[in-house]
Each structure stands twice: as structure tokens, then as C-alpha cells.
DNA sequence: GAGATATACTTAGGAAGCTAATGATTAGCA
DNA sequence: TGCTAATCATTAGCTTCCTAAGTATATCTC
């Protein structure tokens, strides 16, 4: 939520309009995909993340998704009650919880369409160099946020 | 919130997972600063564009923030209870109402950091000239997006 | 001018996001 | 060992965000 104010050009102020711009836009973008499956963008993030490796803690969740616990709380509750996953103690500290697919939310990844094929031919304008540019300057940049 | 998959490299995937931590991380930082002042991200962002310029539409400040009305209804409802803006009459368009400064609202300006400020600091170790670069790529990208 | 269509805001209901505080468990250290 | 401090997940209370449906007003079309 930025406004569109005049912005001294190169200015971290101007990119983090933009950033915030592009992200929900294509998050949009996003929404409307993954609403065939009944899914919502978090959601997708965490079964995505649970796809790559299966029993992750909540703050593990919570730190790649870069949001608080408490939201991955929420998600994984959701998640739960749609038996996509389940919570599962964790042999090794029993402060912690692993959360674990069930069998349909294993499933649920065949059925679902990959990031790129969401965004595909959203941004045929931009060549593939640029593309590339643009992903090392963005990671330069989020390297250095802490 | 994006998982750290692994993405084809240069693909709008990629691009669209760090665009979300960027954009996440500034919104941190700038909550935490804005903060100090009893705002949240949404009414900061609400109130610049008043600042900006003063009577606004609620569709022209959804469209500004890429959000839907609904969403600057509920922001301006918490604006408007803490006596910063108040709603008005459209003389023009009775469908409409205008979003309006308060003597408060206006003052709060001057207690208020700027952008520019939150983010100093923050990313030194990015030169001028590539800041530009990815503001313009940045841009480019903004614009083929629907 | 009357009816259909479009536009502007609100409401309802739900999900996602935050901070701060709580309860349980573990780790550090004196 | 035993006390303190840190860590993990949850809860409570709010704000923000969405979609879909509702109400009021404008505009278009015949």
C-alpha cells in the first residue's frame, strides 16, 4: 500500500514503491490462479515449502515465509482443518511441533500450478537478460536488508 | 510469503520470490519506524497521498495503494476514529464521498519521517547507479503487469 | 423518459498479518 | 545442581486484505 508520491529517482524510497507495486500485483495474479484449487497465497507457500521438505518447525515456516509465528499458526490451522497437513511432536524437543502433509496434501502439488506457470506470459516485454539483471540487483538488495 | 524453492533462474518465479521478501522486509522496517507514531503501513500510506493532495476519492486511493475499496473503507474507518481525516460530501458526484484531512491530520505530517528517512542506511552497500537500474527495471516490469 | 447497465461506497464473512503476553520446555551458567 | 534466561508455539486483540452481495446514484439506450 504506497502512494504515488514524487520520489527522488533512485532512491530506496522509489524502489520500495515499486517493489511493493510488482509484488501485489503479481500476488494478484497469483490469488486468481490458485483460487481454482481453492488455495490461498500463504497457504501455497507453506504446502510449497512442505513439498521441497516435509516436517518443518513453525519457525522454520515462519522464517522462510518471512512473516511471524503466530501467522504461520494461523495458516497451518487452516491447512489442518482442510486435512492438507497435520501437527506432529517433535521427538527431538518437545517445545516444538512438526507440520507434516497428510496423503491429499501430498496430492495436492500434482493438482497445483507451479509459480512460473502462473506468471507465464505476464511479462514477454522484458527480455531474458533484464530478467536475470533484475534478479541479482533484487538479491543484492534483500542480502542487505536485515 | 514465498518459499526459497528452486527457481529457474532469470524466470518471473524467481523475480517474484525476492520482489515478496524485498517488499516484506521494507514493510518491517517502515512498521517499526511509523510505528513510533501510532500509524500502521496502510493509514501511512493513505495519509501521504492526502498530503499530497487533499480530497480524495475512495476508488482513487484503492487504485493508488492496488488494493480493493473495501480495503480503504476499513483503513479510513481507523483514520477517522483516531481524528485524523473525516469523510465529505461529493458536491460533484453524490455516489462519492471525499476523503478529507483534520487539522490533526494535516499536522501530522510534520511529526512524521519520510521514506527516505525510514530506509537510510539500509542498503549502502548498493551504488546510485544500480539503484537506478532497478528502479527502471522495476518500472518496466510494473507496467506489463495487469 | 424509463429501464438496463455501470459506478461508488459499504457490509458481511473469512483469511492473513502484526504485537504482546502466556505456558511449556530447554539451555546457560554460577 | 538449581536458578535464570532464551526459545517454541499459542492466544488475544487489532488492523488489513480479499470477494461477493447490497444500496444509492449516474449514465446510456431505446
Known amino acids: 500500500m504506497l502512494p504515488e508520491g514524487e520520489f527522488e529517482p533512485g532512491s530506496?524510497?522509489?524502489v520500495y514503491r515499486l517493489v511493493d507495486l510488482v509484488a501485489k500485483k503479481l500476488t494478484r495474479l497469483q490469488r486468481q490462479q490458485i483460487g481454482l484449487v481453492e488455495l490461498t497465497p500463504a497457504q501455497y507457500s507453506v504446502l510449497s515449502l512442505l513439498w521441497q521438505r516435509d516436517g518443518q518447525q513453525f519457525n522454520e515456516l515462519a522464517s522462510a515465509c518471512c512473516c511471524s509465528p503466530s501467522t504461520i499458526?494461523?495458516?497451518?490451522?487452516?491447512?489442518?482443518?482442510?486435512?492438507?497437513v497435520a501437527r506432529e511432536s517433535n521427538p527431538e524437543d518437545r517445545r516444538s511441533l512438526l507440520v507434516r502433509l497428510t496423503d491429499e496434501g501430498r496430492v495436492m502439488e500434482r493438482a497445483t500450478p507451479g509459480l512460473d506457470m502462473m506468471f507465464e506470459g505476464c511479462c514477454e516485454g522484458l527480455r531474458r537478460d533484464e530478467l536475470q539483471q533484475l534478479s541479482g540487483l533484487l538479491s543484492k538488495l534483500n542480502d542487505m536488508i536485515p
Chains 1, 2 share one sequence.
Open 12 to 14: 530506496v524510497a522509489e
Open 73 to 84: 499458526t494461523g495458516v497451518v490451522d487452516t491447512l489442518e482443518r482442510k486435512g492438507l
